[in-house]
């Protein structure tokens, strides 16, 4: 960006895309370190937005959902943070088998190629819209947040992922 701007604010426009992900404003367990950068270039976007509009300079965060590419066989965790293997003697072992188990199921995910052209048609928007989510449950999933609002939202979003809460006797349910 820096040996780009300079340019585009001689010319006052252009467009500056960022590809964060759905994790950028939703956590999901075990994914910490992969949401903490989404979240932290979607605020250095956000950011961005407001330096740059005054140049006629568009800011782009594109948020992808779930895309089916082979990413996944090798983002997936199959180790705790600790370094524990989920399926032995660990703490986390039934949570961590919950949500691996929930992010294998998801269904129809969207094809490498389809979010490719939801996100040239977001580069490609002439308006100063901010943040386009693309691709599989994108849309579905941040506006529950924002329509449950914070807490709420992470409540029901770990009740689904993570199941019971070893606090409260039980078993663990999937």
């Known amino acids: 960006m820096r040996g780009l701007l300079p340019a585009m604010r001689e010319r006052r426009s252009g467009v500056v895309a960022n590809v964060t992900s759905l994790g950028g404003r939703t956590v999901f367990p075990f994914f910490g370190a992969y949401n903490s ?3 932290a270039l979607e605020g250095a976007s956000e950011a961005l ?3 740059l509009k005054p140049w006629g300079i568009r800011v782009k965060a594109i948020e992808p959902g ?3 590419t082979p990413i996944w066989d090798k983002a997936l ?3 705790d943070l600790a370094g524990v293997d989920a399926g ?3 703490p986390y072992a039934p949570y961590m088998d919950a949500m691996l188990t929930f992010e294998r199921a998801i269904p129809k995910r969207s094809s490498a190629e389809k979010a490719a052209s939801e996100i040239l048609s977001a580069i490609t928007d002439d308006s ?3 943040r386009y989510p693309v691709a599989a ?4 999933l941040l506006g529950t947040r924002r329509l449950l609002g914070d807490q709420l939202s992470m409540r029901l979003f770990h009740g689904r992922w993570m199941g019971h809460d070893p606090r409260e006797g039980g ?3 999937q």
Request: proline share 4%.
């Open 77 to 79: 965790p199959q180790v």
């Open 66 to 68: 779930y895309v089916a």
């Open 128 to 130: 100063d819209r901010f």
């Open 88 to 90: 032995g003697g660990s």
């Open 171 to 173: 078993t663990h349910s």
């Open 49 to 51: 937005w407001h330096e």
């Open 37 to 39: 950068t989404k979240w």
């Open 137 to 140: 449950y994108a849309r579905a």
